[in-house]
């Protein structure tokens, strides 16, 4: 398994964010995090990027012990945070050399995998714009060329579409499922947005902190549509 | 260690081109002691009188006094500025990123901490050149010997600031720490007057003044300057930038999680 979570619990003070949640994402696999807001999608998200510190329960990424072995579970961990994470005033070929070399790549070695990074989110002409002067759409897709610099085993996305319209969102959505499959990074992608979800996905169903349902979407709606199945599980208006 | 070194170029110089890119903020750096320097030190020099005291080897004006205080007030907003900073969102969003990185915590902070601090001692000297163009000059090797006392000032003030973003929520926190952190911290201190005059007005006020660490890191700049070793201010400082220090790494240990304060 290329992510595992066993029994997370957390909760911020007297306030349970997360209760016993378990799951596993195999290996190139695209998981989907769904969960109405407030679900516990963020906290999950700050425990699996190690902002905070797992306080019971264990994570697993690419096989190391998040607890045990940080550093070696972070090299293979790439993250897409849902706020932007760009230097605004840095071009976008400065702010990926910046992150490569956050991961010890420097030189031709790093040059060369932005290229190709660039290049697969068709970016690479705008590698000398200013981050400032992106609309959200390539922002984000700088992001994403820049979570995969380093060739990370698992993929995270929090909530990636947030603010962008609904082509860009669409594009980008099938542009992570492309990856998934070409390149067998394992994703795990949040959302409260149920068109983002394919059948053959797996659909992990968080809601107020625990996980409700796990399974291949098209086995856990069955004849419902998606929104139905997620409104009468989580008892959210869609 | 290979990782670890290309790591920290990165973060020194990423430090480097956001204040390059920040014109206002390396002005205002400039101007806020030239200010000081050549408006209120003139209307100060008439209202006291300083004696010879060390390092100074015959009678000073009150700008020449002032002149090592505020190279310490340089090192002391910029090492708030460039950590509080942090609290934006924004900012919050490229620390969440930082320490994401494959690498200790401890050296991410270190790292980011040695790029402020190099930046801070740049614009010292950009003061320090300013101030000589207004006739205010020091024995030339105290521009050389007054460096590693700039290295250990701005790592002591950048580390409080550091330790400082990890406990406050929002940015409008600021000028809470503008009213309780820089401000005594530069008043109670001997940056704008010297120690024996705060005692004649107050003793106590003395005491306090002589508790600070800013004060110390005065003191160190002032003597470094005139080529000369303070070993009590150096202590002091010293022991101030690694219990600083330890408070950063204290204050961004995910066990605490600073995040889940700030939501």
């Known amino acids: ?238 | 260690m290979r990782h670890a070194l290309i790591a920290m170029r990165a973060i020194v110089l990423r430090e480097a081109l956001r204040f390059v890119h920040q014109r206002e903020r390396f002005i205002a750096a400039l101007v806020r002691p030239l200010v000081w320097l050549l408006v209120f030190a003139a209307g100060f020099r008439a209202a006291l009188g300083l004696s010879i005291s060390p390092p100074y080897q015959t009678y000073i004006t009150y700008e020449t006094y002032i002149v090592p205080g505020l190279c310490g007030m340089i090192l002391l907003f910029n090492g708030m500025q460039s950590s509080l900073s942090l609290v934006y969102d924004r900012e919050m969003g490229s620390m969440r990123l930082l320490l994401t990185a494959p690498l200790s915590r401890t050296w991410l902070l270190f790292s980011k901490l040695l790029g402020s601090t190099i930046i801070s001692i740049l614009q010292v000297y950009a003061f320090l050149l300013a101030a000589w163009l207004f006739d205010i000059t020091l024995p030339p090797l105290g521009y050389l010997t007054v460096l590693p006392a700039l290295v250990l000032g701005g790592l002591m003030l950048g580390a409080l600031g550091l330790a400082l973003s990890s406990f406050i929520k929002q940015l409008e926190n600021f000028a809470g720490v503008m009213n309780f952190v820089i401000f005594p911290m530069f008043f109670l201190s001997s940056a704008l007057y010297p120690l024996w005059k705060m005692a004649e007005s107050s003793e106590l006020l003395h005491d306090i003044c002589a508790a600070n660490p800013f004060t110390h890191v005065v003191e160190l700049i002032r003597f470094a300057l005139y080529v000369e070793w303070n070993g009590m201010a150096f202590f002091w400082s010293a022991l101030a930038t690694a219990a600083f220090m330890a408070l950063a790494v204290w204050g961004y240990d995910p066990a605490r999680g600073m995040m889940t304060r700030k939501g």
């Not at chain 1, 995270?156 to 603010?163: A, K, Q």
């Open chain 1, 1 to 238: 398994m290329s992510l595992q979570v066993s029994d997370l619990s957390f909760s911020y003070g007297t306030k349970t964010a997360l209760d016993g949640v378990s799951f596993s994402v195999g290996h190139g696999q695209f998981a989907a995090l769904l969960g109405p807001n407030g679900a516990g999608k963020s906290t999950l998200f700050s425990l699996l990027t190690r902002l905070f510190v797992t306080q019971t329960g264990e994570i697993s990424i690419a096989g190391h012990d998040l607890k045990t072995a940080p550093l070696a579970a972070m090299a293979d961990l790439g993250v897409v945070f849902q706020q932007t994470t760009l230097d605004l005033d840095l071009t976008v070929r400065q702010n990926l050399r910046y992150f490569a070399a956050l991961h010890g790549l420097s030189g031709r070695a790093a040059d060369n995998r932005i290229d190709a990074a660039l290049e697969r989110l068709g970016m690479e002409e705008r590698a000398g714009e200013k981050a400032r002067g992106l609309n959200g759409g390539h922002r984000r897709r700088t992001e994403i060329a820049r979570a995969l610099l380093h060739d990370p085993k698992v993929l995270l996305l929090d909530e990636p579409t947030v603010g962008l319209d609904v082509p860009t969102r669409g594009a980008l959505t099938r542009h992570i499922h492309d990856l998934c499959s070409d390149t067998g990074v394992t994703v795990l992608w949040a959302t409260h947005l149920t068109d983002e979800v394919l059948d053959s996905d797996q659909v992990i169903l968080l809601h107020r902190g625990e996980v409700l349902a796990d399974g291949r979407c098209g086995a856990l709606r069955g004849d419902a549509a998606l929104p139905d199945y997620f409104a009468r599980m989580t008892g959210a208006p869609v």
